[in-house]
Each structure stands twice: as structure tokens, then as C-alpha cells.
């Protein structure tokens, strides 16, 4: 529903699909990933949501090799990430990453923090690092923060800065693991609008979330995770509006309604 | 017997107070003046000192301690990389590597270079190579473990998301994580400085012409004189402190300025 959108001045301009087929990712003896497939468009918008413990961070992280799968096959375009031959580095310039914590670099500007890997890794110059920079910066309106220190900024504009580091790679696809779980409520909203922004632009984006309102307004497809497993997949109105499995009506209810007590399931 | 907690406390530091008052009248007084002085912290035989004591033996403990520094830095980054390696044997090297230079004095790692070295392998390095590989083999033992804390205290989060911006591993650890480590270990860094100055004194044990004195050997050569007292080596220890003690205020410097720029607002 959202591939369609183009916005002036986008970036996205090649968004890549990601396929996930049969993965397996164990710790030990805890199997935390139990044969997961997901077929993911380019431009399209998928929330992963589930309890905690699921297996959806651990899904996110394997898709840019955080995490190493031992069994199964991603692919991102027509690239076979999960390939041992495969330059790890060079498939995660191509995906951008956002995480729960921001991670921006303390010892840096936020103007450092956009460039330092546009000129590390991509080897632009200075001066071109900077205006990729100062464009995303202004994408997310923190253009008049370029100078300040991180830790002077509050959690919801550290998270801007984070997804504008992301984008000044020049992403094809974005990855974001509970992007405002540790985000004071009101400013979460910022941070939602910026990644709503970015759907409407068609980037490809995969979006592990507690923020159900989100995954209904934006995810073109939600998925909800149990256990290791896809409990069930569909539309985002469907999945969120009107759940079939009773392990997501149980999940939805109690994050829908959390001051409601009700029987243990199963 | 009715007193508050806090009047208490007051009349106990009051009585502490005191007391270090009475013990400090006391050595004052005690003290055997005229003897300590001329012993001691007798100005003529001060004056003999200079200018040599500067241009000679300070400036060959600074030579020294800094030569020892950049040769245990350089090993040190290596041996807590080392440590922290997937690798396997790379570990245990560094571990065997830190447990043995830590735990020898240093004035063994002097002699082995010095004399049981040259016997081994029919080398013989020059003093300055000696004095450098000495120092920077026993130093490059503490800097690593610093050094290991100093990189597992920065979060795992930094590393993750410089990796997942494309960098290369060792692009990651020199542009983000040891930057980050390099910070957190100064006040311990400064430490090695310090302990390196003073272990630089070692160097007597290799055999040193009268131009590579040091301010331990310098001091000891001038007590040997006839009458000269103890006044030789309390003016090296004062040298000493010319070295340690700037090093020590220089380090709070940056630490504040670290803690400045990364404080909120």
C-alpha cells in the first residue's frame, strides 16, 4: 500500500526485498529461532511483534549477520547474505540499522556521527559526507543539532540522529530493533513520524515494534512471532484488527489492554 | 552524653584535628635541625648538582621512561586485542605473556636482557634498545590489562553499530571502540607513566657511561663523594616529582575535559 508513494527528494531510489527461508539460530541448547521464512517486497513495510523472548530481535539481527544463523538462507535482493563466501561488510553498507539503544558514538558531534562511515567506508570526501549529512539531518529536523555532543540531546532526538546516521549510507533497506522501547512516551511520536515518513518514501523496512498502533497505521504485512516460530502473518489491519490464532489474541489483549487481567493461556 | 549524631562527629574531628597538630609540633621539634640540613637538604652541595642533574640525569629519565611507554603501549594494544581475540592460541599467549612479566620484578627482566640475553643469542643491543625492550616488556604486562578493561567497558552496542555501518572489524575498533577504551583507561595509563619513571632507575644494572645517567644512578654516584650527605638523592626525588607530579595533573585535565564534553548540556 505504501511502494506506490514517491516523495521529492527520497533516497530510497533502489529499495531491496529480503528473503528469509528456513532459519535456524540456537544458543547452545536454546533454540531461539526455529525454521523461520518471510518473504519481505522491496518498498514494503513489515512489523515483527510477539512477546518478549521470541525470537524477533534475534530475526532482525541475523538479517544484517549480527547474528550468525546455522541453518537457513537470507537473501537481500539477489544477494545470498547467509553464504559463508558472501563480504559481510559490503552487504551492510546496503542495510541501515536502528537500534533500541541509538548507539550513537559519544566521542563525536552528532555531524560526526552521520560522517564518519560515509567517509570510512563509502570514501566520500569531507565536504560531500557533509551535505548527505546535513540533508538527513534535516529530514528528521535536528538540522540545528550538527555541532552538539549526543549526550546533550534528549533519547527521542538521539534516536533521529541514529536513523539519520542510518539513511546517510544510503540504505536499500532498514532494519529497526524496537526503535523506541527506551524512548521517554512523549517522544516516541517524533520518532514514529520520521519512520512513517520514510514508509511513505517506499523505503523497504523491517520493523520489530511494541507499538501496535504503528503496525497497524504503517506495516504494510505484520508478523507475529511466538516461540521461534511465525504464529501468524497477514495484512496489518487483519493481523492487529482481527487476529486469527489464539496465541496473538492472547498477546494482542494483553498489549492492547495491560491493565486487564485474564486466565493463563494454554 | 546527650550529644546529637552530629555534634559527635564534630568533636571527633576536632580531636583529630588536634592530634595531628601535636604530632607535627612534635617531629618539628624533635627533629635534630641542624644535622637534617646539612645531611640532608645542604644548599652547597645542592649547587654542585646543576646543572648536570637537569641535563644530564633528568633528561635521560625522561628519555627513558618515554621510550619504555611507546614500546609497552604498542605492546600492550597488541596484547589486549590478543586477549580479547576469538582466536584461541592468541589468548593463551597473552595470558601466559601478562601472568609472566607481571609477576617477575622488573629487575630480572633487566638482568635477563642485559646479561642473559647477549649469552643466549650473541647479541648485543645497544643500552637504548635495551633500556626500551626492559621497560616496554614489564610495562607492556599492566598497559594490556588496562587496556582489555578499557575496551570490555565501552558497550557492546558501539562495536554493533559500527559493524553495521560497514566497517571492517579492525576499522571499528580503531575508529570507535579504542578511542572510547583509550579514554576510559587514562587515569590507569597515567599510573604506568608514573611507575615507568620510576622504574626507569633500573637501568643501572646494565652498565651506563656517565652521559646516560638516570636520576637514581646520578644521586647514588654523588653520595659516593666525600661529605656530600644524603642531599644528592632527596634532590632526585624532587626531580622525580617535577615528572610525576605535572603527569598526574595533566591527566585530571583531560579526564574533566572527557567528562565536559560528554555531560548533558
Excluded at chain 2, 645497544?126 to 633500556?131: A, D, G, W
Aim: hydrophobic share 50%; with cysteine.
Amino acid at each position: 500500500m505504501n511502494n506506490t508513494a514517491s516523495v521529492p527528494g527520497a533516497t530510497a531510489s533502489h529499495p531491496a526485498s529480503v528473503s528469509i527461508d528456513g532459519l535456524h539460530k540456537s544458543y547452545g541448547s536454546l533454540d531461539v529461532l526455529k525454521g523461520i521464512s518471510l518473504e519481505v517486497g522491496p518498498g514494503e513495510v513489515v512489523c515483527l511483534i510477539g512477546p518478549s523472548g521470541s525470537g524477533k530481535s534475534t530475526l532482525l539481527r541475523c538479517v544484517n549477520l549480527l547474528e550468525t544463523p546455522q541453518q537457513g538462507v537470507i537473501r537481500i535482493g539477489d544477494v545470498e547474505v547467509t553464504d559463508p563466501e558472501v563480504d559481510i561488510d559490503a552487504v551492510r553498507r546496503r542495510v541501515g540499522m536502528v537500534f533500541q539503544q541509538f548507539n550513537l558514538f559519544p566521542n563525536m558531534s552528532v555531524l560526526g556521527n552521520l560522517t564518519v562511515a560515509q567517509r570510512k567506508v563509502l570514501g566520500r570526501s569531507e565536504a560531500e559526507a557533509r551535505k548527505t549529512a546535513m540533508l538527513n539531518l534535516e529530514r528528521v529536523g535536528l538540522a540545528e543539532k550538527a555541532e552538539n555532543a549526543p549526550a546533550q540531546l534528549s533519547g527521542g532526538q538521539q534516536q533521529r540522529v541514529a536513523i539519520a546516521r542510518a539513511l546517510s549510507m544510503d540504505p536499500e533497506l532498514m532494519l529497526f530493533d524496537e526503535p523506541t522501547s527506551a524512548l521517554d512516551p512523549e517522544t516516541v511520536g517524533d520518532v514514529l513520524a520520521i519512520m512513517r515518513d520514510l514508509a511513505k518514501e517506499g523505503m523497504t523496512m523491517l520493523v520489530v515494534t511494541h507499538e501496535m498502533a504503528f503496525a497497524r497505521d504503517v506495516a504494510d504485512r505484520v508478523v507475529f512471532m511466538d516461540g521461534g516460530v511465525v504464529v501468524e502473518e497477514g495484512p496489518a489491519r487483519e493481523v492487529v484488527g482481527a487476529p486469527q490464532h489464539k496465541r496473538t489474541q492472547a498477546f494482542l489483549s494483553r498489549v492492547l489492554n495491560p491493565t486487564q487481567v485474564d486466565a493463563p493461556e494454554d | 552524653m546527650a550529644m546529637t549524631a552530629r555534634e559527635r562527629a564534630k568533636v571527633s574531628r576536632g580531636v583529630q584535628y588536634g592530634l595531628l597538630v601535636v604530632i607535627v609540633i612534635a617531629l618539628v621539634f624533635i627533629a635534630d635541625w641542624n644535622t637534617l640540613i646539612s645531611r640532608a637538604l645542604n644548599p652547597s652541595v645542592m649547587a654542585q648538582q646543576f646543572p648536570e642533574i637537569i641535563t644530564v640525569a633528568l633528561k635521560n629519565t625522561l628519555i627513558y621512561t618515554a621510550l619504555g611507554f611507546v614500546a609497552g603501549m604498542s605492546g600492550g594494544i597488541l596484547l589486549a586485542l590478543m586477549r580479547l581475540s576469538s582466536v584461541a592460541p592468541y589468548r593463551w599467549i597473552a595470558t601466559l605473556y601478562i601472568e609472566l612479566f607481571r609477576g617477575v620484578p622488573a629487575l630480572l627482566v633487566f638482568l635477563a636482557l642485559g646479561f642473559g640475553v647477549p649469552l643466549a643469542f650473541q647479541v648485543r643491543f645497544n643500552n637504548l634498545v635495551t633500556v626500551m625492550l626492559a621497560l616496554g616488556l614489564v610495562s607492556a604486562a599492566y598497559i594490556a590489562e588496562s587496556l582489555r578493561a578499557g575496551l570490555q567497558a565501552v558497550p557492546k552496542g558501539q562495536y554493533e553499530a559500527a559493524r553495521s555501518l560497514g566497517m571492517s572489524h579492525s576499522r571499528a575498533m580503531i575508529t570507535i571502540v579504542i578511542p572510547q577504551a583509550l579514554r576510559i583507561v587514562l587515569p590507569p595509563l597515567t599510573n604506568e607513566v608514573i611507575l615507568l619513571a620510576k622504574d626507569s632507575s633500573l637501568v643501572y644494572l646494565l652498565g651506563m657511561t656517565v652521559s646516560q645517567y638516570e636520576l637514581t644512578k646520578f644521586g647514588r654516584e654523588a653520595i659516593s663523594g666525600s661529605g656530600a650527605g644524603l642531599t644528592p638523592l632527596v634532590l632526585a626525588g624532587v626531580c622525580y616529582l617535577v615528572i610525576t607530579v605535572p603527569l598526574g595533573l595533566l591527566a585530571r585535565y583531560f579526564e574533566q575535559r572527557a567528562d565536559a564534553r560528554s555531560a548533558r548540556h
